[in-house]
């Protein structure tokens, strides 16, 4: 209970606070703030935990802190930290200064703690040879480092070994000079035994006319690694190798190295040596270099051994200096965020990994990623548009991944497969490629043309896709005419009538009214709705002559109007801690990246203005040219919108007069009503009169 009372900040001291990134936070400045952490009430944490490896960040301070050895600090391995320096410093404001050096003088030595340290220390300046009252983790290092030099020595001396190295004091060279031929001698014996296999074969197997032919005109000398890939010697089926002469310039020079190391000593006086010859050389430099292995592994182990007991009693004064060094970094990364916030140069967050250059930008905001799958499931509820980048240094020769968050500038040159540059915090760089996108607003302005570019690339796509079917289309007739025609020549008259029938059926089916129904009904509804519209505002648009610009004013607000307060909604909740969550992060307090603060996370590329012209650069209209055009289109559309509302052309059918269609059934009726005694009298007057039968 006592515990978690303290994690709840049961105490007396009174904190400052103030907000950082749009969030109150508690203010980490003073020594005597560090020294009270343990008062803090965790709920005011910005984080409650964070891992120890991929950080930018000494791992080896966060493994001396992580007490338990999970690979993870938490909240109370950070307090228990500072409780360990408030019982080693005298002073808590020397965190502050971020020394990887101490003076003896600031060490308690009434405490355990701080004798422990003391103690350590002594030892190490003494092993050194060192006398001062100052110590630094330099000196531990080099302390170290001879410690583990001494124990190889140790070994060794200890554990006698009786094999011999097959060259003496010159077996790595000799290792190393044989390594460097080894697979152009095999390629070599390989050749001669085709040449045995069929002898015709040995042009092809050696080095063609031809090809140095093709380099002649050129500096030989500067196409050595053109010759490089001829065979080492002429393959003949003898399969002898050389000694003495007839190696390809281009490896004489390690040649000569391999034979003064080795093959003069195994083949003195030799002109040539066998296959078998070299493999008895190859054994050799195999077993060599397998003792070593087996030593150096063996060595290294009981070394290792060595160093983990002897660092538990140096640990003490290694842990206060990189404490000293590094816990008031950790604290403005792992409390609060105010290194994120804070945008002075060399003050950039624990977790940013570097500058991703892309698109005329520099994005800072780029976090490595860990597990690709789990950081795409929740990266997306960050809000922020993110530039997932598979890295690769050749010169490192490493391979990681990255998320980069893109918080200014345009995105219609952003795509997948796109390559850029990365520069780690080490300023290595690397070869970038885009690999996924995840699509979140960047700003309001991108967001109003957000829906012009996204119909725009429907159009383009529509317009890219029907023009391929087309051309395929076009090939298909193509092809179908010359196979009609190489028909036609080689048929029968009945067979030749038979192919031009199908073919025209076929032609005939190519265009059939009904599946373009729905489109021209689609389109003559879309027409009949715009009238209808255009008919609506009409009375509002003739009332006042700007009114057509307040119409078009709300058409733009329309089309743009609903992308804009999305994105207006999700800026104002952008926030970093999914992507960290996503790295095993645990996130205890909103990270927001609003606007402002967005835009100096991605620097765009700012040009002077040119005042010279460009004589490569397109032929530019005149504007008062460009000025007469746009009034005349404009002057079209209000003359073309003005006759659509007062005289509804298209889309409105012509009135009927009701008068007239009323008319013309009164005139319908009379003639029915005449007509009809007409009729009824004629039956009358043709019809007989049956008279009554006489009984």
Known sequence: ??????????????????????????????????????????????VLSCPVSGLEFDEKTLRLMDSNNDGRIRVGEVVAASQWLTKVLKDMNYLLEGKDCIDFSQVQADTDEGKEVLESAKLILKQLGAEKESISLADVAEYMAGYEEKCKAEYTAANPDPFEPPYGDKSDDAEAAVNALRAKVADWFMRCKLVQFDEEASG????????????????????????????????SKEALLPLNGGINPAWQGQFA????????VDFAGKESISEEEWNGVLAKVDAYTAWKAAGETAMNEAVAEQLKVHSAAIEPVEKLLRLCRDFFKLLRNFVVFKDFYNRAPGTEAIFQAGVLFIDQRSCELCVKVSDMPKHLATAGKSGLYLLYCHCVSKVLGKEMDIAAAVTDGDIKELHEGKNAVFYDRAGNDWDATITKIIDNPISIRQAFWSPYRKFGNWVTEKINKNAQEKEAKQFENMTAKADETSTSLTAKPDEAAAAAAKTEEKKAQMFDIAKFAGIFAAIGLALAAIGSALAALGGFVMAKWYNIILLVAAVVIFISGPSMLLAWLKLRKRNIGPLLNANGWAINSVVKVNTTFGQTLTS?????????????????????????????????????????????????????????VVAEEAVAEDAVAAEAPVVADEATEEAPVEEPAQE
């Open 1 to 46: 209970m006592a515990k978690i009372n303290k994690l709840m900040g049961k105490g007396a001291y009174e904190w400052k606070f103030s907000t950082v990134g749009g969030v109150t936070r508690v203010n980490i400045e003073t020594g005597a703030d560090v020294a009270h952490l343990n008062e803090l009430d965790q709920k005011l944490w910005t």
């Open 204 to 235: 092809v197997l050696d080095v063609q006319v031809e090809k140095i032919a093709s380099i002649s005109a050129n500096n030989l000398a500067a196409s050595t690694a053109e010759i490089a890939d001829y065979p080492l010697a002429r393959p």
């Open 257 to 264: 190295t391999l034979k003064a190391l080795v093959l003069d």
């Open 604 to 660: 765009m590329a700012k040009f002077p203005k040119v005042v010279g012209k460009d004589p490569l650069a397109d032929k530019k209209m005149a504007w008062w040219k460009k000025c007469l055009i746009w009034l005349v289109v404009l002057a079209a559309l209000f003359v073309v919108g003005f006759r659509l509302v007062e005289h509804r052309w298209v889309w409105e059918p012509k009135p009927v007069e009701v008068e007239e």
